[in-house]
Nanobody, 125 residues
């Protein structure tokens, strides 16, 4: 199982930017699609973005399209989430996750089998 560690969260004001990073423990991570999910207080965990193993394909939740960008550097075993024009409703714990299947691709929680511990993002109004 891939071990994942997120970093880069923090407290920002509306309209500002943050970049989240996710470090993976295994070289084989490059065979997996990687996703970002978030969970706000009192809400279910939800999909944010996913990137295919090669980086050629990405998908985003409608709420973040045009503001967030997911990317990966397979040489460094890293995945990133660039978040621009942040809004108070983006406040949540953000989780990095690896797809269960090599070369698989999807946007639902059950398709992802390895999860990081999460990093808090707070956007003040």
């Amino acid at each position: 199982q891939v071990q994942l560690v997120e970093s880069g969260g923090g407290l920002v004001q509306t309209g500002e930017s943050l970049r989240l990073s996710c470090a993976a423990s295994e070289r084989t991570y490059s065979s997996y699609s990687m996703g970002w999910f978030r969970q706000a207080p009192g809400k279910e965990r939800e999909f944010v973005a996913v990137i295919s193993w090669s980086g050629a394909r990405t998908s985003y939740a409608e709420s973040v399209k045009g503001r967030f960008t997911i990317s990966r550097d397979n040489a460094k075993n890293m995945v990133y989430l660039q978040m621009n024009s942040l809004k108070p409703e983006d406040t949540a714990v953000y989780y990095c996750a690896a797809h269960r299947a090599t070369l698989g691709y999807g946007v639902t929680l059950r398709e992802f089998g390895s999860w990081g511990q999460g990093t808090q993002v707070t956007v003040s109004s």
